[in-house]
């Protein structure tokens, strides 16, 4: 009796866990972008001026004409950890979802404005699927994921060898 009791609660506890993963019908499970290209969507990142405002981690891009932005923000590069395609997806489509507190506080002291949600337009109405999806190929290409180095003894440990 207490063994059904015990398989009872884990199986109820799984089920919670799993089904609070998802976000119902909003949920991005699913999404499957088509296959991009990289160039193109270098191209596209510098089509939409992207550039004005990022810059990316060993990618020789030309330097914008117009005006300095509020702040640059890099891209690509050596991260902990990589985004997944829904969150470049979402970073891109729908920029004020992600703007972290520490971000956003720069930003609103840069611009001196109590507002500002995030100085990324959206670009949801001049940019085609096909851009989208070559520009998210694009920057998933630029990121590489950093695996900390650990020693068995850090420098300056006195342990037994």
Do not use: W
Request: charged share 20%; net charge neutral; with cysteine.
């Amino acid at each position: 009796m207490m063994n059904k009791i015990h398989i009872l609660v884990i199986v109820s506890i799984m089920l919670n866990v799993f089904t609070a993963c998802d976000q119902g019908r909003q949920s991005g499970k699913g999404l499957v972008l088509p296959k991009g290209n990289v160039e193109n969507g270098r191209l596209a990142f510098l089509e939409l001026e992207c550039h004005k405002c990022h810059t990316v981690a060993e990618v020789d891009l030309p330097a914008h004409s117009l005006e300095t932005p509020i702040i640059q923000f890099q891209l690509g590069g050596e991260v902990s950890r990589v985004k997944t395609y829904g969150q470049l997806v979402t970073a891109i489509i729908n920029p004020k979802h992600i703007v972290s507190p520490k971000y956003l506080l720069e930003i609103r002291k840069l611009a001196k404005e109590e507002n500002t949600d995030s100085p990324m337009p959206s670009f949801n109405d001049e940019m085609t699927v096909t851009q989208l999806i070559d520009l998210v190929t694009f920057l998933d290409a630029q990121y590489k994921r950093f695996m900390p180095y650990y020693t068995r003894n850090p420098p300056g440990h006195q342990g037994l060898e």
